[in-house]
T-cell receptor, first 110, second 115 residues
Framework: LAKTTQPISMDSYEGQEVNITCSHN???????ITWYQQFPSQGPRFIIQ???TKVTNEVASLFIPADRKSSTLSLPRVSLSDTAVYYC???????????FGKGTRLHILP | DAGITQSPRYKITETGRQVTLMCHQTWSHSYMFWYRQDLGHGLRLIYYSAAADITDKGEVPDGYVVSRSKTENFPLTLESATRSQTSVYFC??????????????FGPGTRLTVT
């Protein structure tokens, strides 16, 4: 499983766009990139997943460059309720298990 | 109610005691997982199961036992609880044949304290 590196914490303000970058230099050909969000005292929640280029859903966008050695989760116009820990995970369809790192603690300020 | 539930939500036990954490899902998902999360850390996989009667170790399986006689249930047993097992335990399930490419659905967690 490819190891991921992401910032420990980030601060931003309401209404701003937030970009969280994850490095995964050893990503394999079959690996997908998945992001989860976790609020205090709750289990993680799936946000978005991608393989290459750009993926967008109602919550976020995921940008993956051609070399796939990094990815960026983009949260548009954040609000206070987006304060949470965000995890970047990398794995393949052949893996039965995934590894969560320590994530990025995002703090949105008013 | 449909979804994934865990019980108990809170548990205090003494060192050396056996304790079982329950996990139940109503989706008939094939994959189920147990994670622990220690204060200030990410989640670490303890055990997972691909189907009934099929289980496998994760990153930190020592001191834990799992079983899966029915698709919907995946209990986690601490055979002889230690203080280092004080943690929040999350159960999750996934509908796919791989837990990676498809989203995992997490339960609300069980906060376990071992005194």
């Amino acid at each position: 499983l490819a190891k991921t590196t992401q910032p420990i914490s980030m601060d931003s303000y309401e209404g701003q766009e937030v970009n969280i970058t994850c490095s995964h230099n050893n990503i394999a050909t079959n690996d997908y990139i998945t992001w989860y969000q976790q609020f205090p005292s709750q289990g993680p929640r799936f946000i978005i997943q991608g393989y290459k280029t750009k993926v967008t859903n109602e919550v976020a966008s995921l940008f993956i460059p051609a070399d796939r050695k990094s990815s960026t989760l983009s949260l548009p116009r954040v609000s206070l309720s987006d304060t949470a820990v965000y995890y970047c995970l990398v794995g393949s369809l052949r893996d039965d298990k995934i590894i969560f790192g320590k994530g990025t603690r995002l703090h949105i300020l008013p | 109610d449909a979804g994934i539930t865990q019980s108990p939500r809170y548990k205090i036990t003494e060192t050396g005691r056996q304790v079982t954490l329950m996990c139940h899902q109503t989706w008939s998902h094939s994959y189920m997982f147990w994670y622990r999360q220690d204060l200030g850390h990410g989640l670490r996989l303890i055990y997972y199961s691909a189907a009934a009667d099929i289980t496998d170790k994760g990153e930190v399986p020592d001191g834990y036992v799992v079983s899966r006689s029915k698709t919907e249930n995946f209990p986690l047993t601490l055979e002889s609880a230690t203080r280092s097992q004080t943690s929040v335990y999350f159960c999750a399930s996934s509908e796919s044949s791989s837990g990676v490419a498809y989203e995992q659905y997490f339960g609300p967690g069980t906060r376990l304290t071992v005194t």
